[in-house]
Nanobody
Framework: QVQLVESGGGSVQSGGSLRLSCTASGFTLDYHAIGWFRQAPGKEREGVSCISAARNSDGSTYYADSVKGRFSISRDIAKNTVHLQMDSLKPEDTAVYYC???????????????????WGQGTQVTVSS
């Protein structure tokens, strides 16, 4: 059974940090790019950060302008997990965060066009001022 499970969400104060995890089952990260997306109340969903499939030699990553320099995406092949380290959090980062997988996707396209073959159920991140 193909599944993506997010974890690590919670409530923090502005300037704090959280690390989100997206664990895949039923498929491997070797052949799938993984992306993090978020949706705030009353706003459209947006791509936050994406990382290429492990078998892609370029190892490329993508970050939305709003999170560059504050968020970092990485993968743990052994655990079939992708992490999103979020530092210097701001109230405007408050949203439900989802991870998605897409076979060998170009990371910019995946994030900007919100490509996803499989989606997780989401995890809430709340940043208070």
């Amino acid at each position: 059974q193909v599944q993506l499970v997010e974890s690590g969400g919670g409530s923090v104060q502005s300037g704090g940090s959280l690390r989100l995890s997206c664990t895949a089952s039923g498929f491997t990260l070797d052949y799938h790019a993984i992306g993090w997306f978020r949706q705030a109340p009353g706003k459209e969903r947006e791509g936050v950060s994406c990382i290429s499939a492990a078998r892609n030699s370029d190892g490329s990553t993508y970050y939305a302008d709003s999170v560059k320099g504050r968020f970092s995406i990485s993968r743990d092949i052994a655990k079939n997990t992708v992490h999103l380290q979020m530092d210097s959090l701001k109230p405007e980062d408050t949203a439900v965060y989802y991870c998605a997988a897409y076979s060998f996707a170009n990371v910019q396209n995946m994030c900007e066009k919100q490509w996803g073959e499989y989606w997780g159920q989401g995890t809430q991140v709340t940043v208070s001022s």
